[in-house]
């Protein structure tokens, strides 16, 4: 089968051929159509995420047709078309993932930038026909992060003002046409005009550029506060998120790419009585609800590139300048 794979830390991805893999127990190979790209892959290309491996398929989200299963049992899912779910070993608490267990497919299992892909039986979802399998391959890892930050850790509500930061990234967009689904007044915050005014024609209410001085007070004479901020960079604009959000309010993390804040107004967070909450990817009942959320709703990802394989450095590059909106496809033929 044809791969794109990652030799070593600092090198490019390459086309190159692998041996097909052999579905056995309770796994099935699929035949991939349609991948996509998320930081994830960019990060362990740089040497930046924990228990690397090289080589290595990179890829967490795909989606195509099922060739194969190790067991009689699971027979019936040959020839389905399906939606790979990448948070893999989760274990039995819906509250939180198995610390010593749990994985998300790309690393250190081989991924889905390729034609075959092996995969737990269980994470198999049938694919609504209501979505390409490019549509499908942009929802796994990104979707999944939105769907639970948004509604299983910040219970967001019809009518509630919501505050959805660095839109233009995959689970920031998510999240956006989530809670906009969902009934919510949403606001987005970006660092590219361009990126702002595709918010706004998906039917966000207001955005601002974080870049300008000013985005804090532009945004209070706008909403007043939030019910409900999300937020993955973290880093020195959590000050700022910290006094957004109303008495009693929500702020949910799902990551902290701008790293650790230097300091926090503890006080702001006692006196306000804020709930600070952290979120990370998702149960196999959150990816289901996921997707049947996405199919009830009539949602479609929001795509930004579509590549082929030969192109896959070029996708991977596009990734890490950072100018994407939406998803990154890799299609698959």
């Not at 490019?134 to 999944?144: T, Y």
Request: one cysteine or more; a negative charge.
């Amino acid at each position: 089968m044809k791969s794109l794979v990652l030799e070593d830390k600092d090198r490019e991805l390459v086309l190159l051929d692998r041996p097909d893999p052999v579905a056995t127990g309770r796994q099935a190979v699929v035949r991939i159509l349609a991948a996509a790209l998320n930081h994830r892959d960019a990060w362990i290309r740089q040497g930046r995420y924990a228990g690397l491996k090289f080589p290595v398929i990179p890829g967490s989200d795909g989606s195509g047709v099922v060739l194969s299963v190790g067991d009689d049992d699971d027979a019936h899912w040959v020839g389905q078309e399906v939606i790979i779910n990448p948070s893999m070993g989760w274990g039995d608490s819906q509250t939180h993932q198995d610390q010593q267990h749990y994985r998300i497919l790309g690393l250190p299992d081989d991924g889905t930038l390729s034609e075959q892909v092996m995969v737990p039986v269980n994470s198999l979802v049938p694919k609504p026909p209501s979505l390409s399998f490019e549509e499908a391959a942009a929802l796994p890892l990104a979707g999944l992060t939105a769907f639970r930050a948004l509604f299983k850790r910040g219970s967001c509500l019809p009518g509630e003002r919501v505050l959805i930061t660095g839109v233009g990234g995959g689970v920031a967009s998510f999240a956006l046409q989530f809670a906009l689904a969902a009934g919510a007044i949403v606001y987005i915050s970006s660092g590219s005009p361009e990126k702002i005014e595709k918010a706004l024609a998906l039917g966000a209410t207001a955005g601002v550029d974080y870049k300008d001085p000013g985005w804090v007070q532009s945004l209070q004479r706008q909403a007043g506060d939030f019910d409900l901020v999300i937020d993955g960079a973290a880093g020195e604009g959590v000050a700022a998120l910290l006094q957004l959000t109303r008495p009693g309010g929500r702020l949910v993390f799902y990551g902290a790419t701008r790293g650790n804040p230097t300091g926090i107004d503890m006080r702001r967070i006692f006196w306000k009585q804020l709930n600070i909450l952290g979120s990370t990817m998702g149960s196999p009942e959150d990816f289901s609800e996921m997707i049947a959320f996405v199919d009830r709703h009539g949602i479609h990802p929001v795509i930004d590139t579509v590549f082929s394989m030969e192109e896959g450095e070029t996708a991977l590059r596009r990734m890490d300048d950072g100018r994407q909106f939406g998803k990154i496809i890799i299609k698959i033929p």
